[in-house]
């Protein structure tokens, strides 16, 4: 058993150097990237991987960590680099999935905040890290889909939250159930 709070990568990797969490933020971009394409076109919002993702990024790498990696997938797409869903890049920033794109910072760095307050281990305790911060990103995506599209409140809701709600809850289990797995391998070594 563990001694203190950590997260997975810290415990699989406790002695991490630069070069560790360069590689680190670089594989979680490329995950970000590749789950951005698994998409499900609905307009104006597509229905992508990219919040699994991202909890599994603040699951296994904490919140200054799992935050540095998000804004670094960030800067990918305003370098112009096709990272974002559809292959989009810099002009998503504009469009209606932006509080999306920019509450993702805040997603991961909150989901690994609740990690290293020790919402670390056990499945339970790793969902409500995943579904928490899910939920809270609604709060800026439908704020930017409302002000960028001009829909009302309510419409904004049911184009940017309602379709996405019972994705969120299974996206929350399965990273729960992917970082348990791994705290499982690592307690076995």
Known sequence: ??????????????????????????????????????????????????????????????????????IAYLAEGAMGLPVFANFASLPAFTGPTAGFLFGFVGMAWLTGFMVERGFDRGFVKLFVAAILPALLLFVPGVTVLKLVTGLGWEAAFFAGCAPFLIGALVKAIVAAMAVKGGWNLIDRR
């Open 1 to 70: 058993m563990k001694d203190s709070i950590m997260t997975l990568t810290q415990a699989a990797l406790p002695s991490r150097t630069f070069l560790t969490n360069a590689i680190l933020v670089l594989a979680g971009t490329a995950l970000l990237a590749m789950s951005a394409q698994v998409s499900v076109p609905m307009y104006p919002v597509p229905m992508t991987l990219q919040t699994l993702a991202v909890s599994l990024i603040g699951l296994a790498y904490g919140s200054r960590l799992g935050a540095v990696t998000v």
